[in-house]
């Protein structure tokens, strides 16, 4: 791992771009709401196995009615807060304690092999960071 100068924004639209096509399949608006001059030292490896993640899921359990993602990414504070918001499937309260579980998935229609939340959860403890979801079944989620 490499520690350097991040520029937030640009890893999103990067990352974001990757994914314009299954986006454009699913009728489905991606957005980057981060401030252009949002910068800090950290591991872009990391930062962008995160955002990748989390933007995959908020992809593949996207709603039916105008759906989109949102990703944003601020200071608060001394803190970098990455947000990335869709108005989704929702993850069932029961499930919740168990999402960041290896292997654990919580839709039987999900695609990928449960590693998702667990990869996010093992970045972010190698960067000190913490994960915050909430999630209202039917309606979206917000990982924070």
Do not use: W
């Amino acid at each position: 791992l490499v520690l350097k100068d991040i520029s937030v924004k640009e890893v999103i639209d990067n990352i974001l771009i990757q994914y314009e096509e299954e986006a454009k399949s699913k009728s489905l608006v991606l957005k980057n709401e981060t401030n252009k001059q949002v910068t800090f030292k950290s591991y872009p490896a990391l930062i962008m196995l995160i955002v990748e993640n989390l933007v995959e899921n908020a992809i593949q359990f996207c709603g039916v009615d105008h759906p989109f993602v949102k990703v944003m990414c601020y200071v608060h504070e001394r803190e970098i807060i990455l947000e990335v918001i869709d108005n989704g499937q929702g993850i069932q309260e029961e499930y919740i304690p168990k999402i960041y579980d290896m292997y654990f998935r919580a839709n039987v229609s999900s695609r990928g092999n449960g590693l998702g939340l667990y990869i996010v959860r093992k970045a972010l403890d190698k960067l000190k960071g913490d994960i915050q979801i909430k999630t209202v079944l039917h309606v979206g989620t917000t990982v924070r």
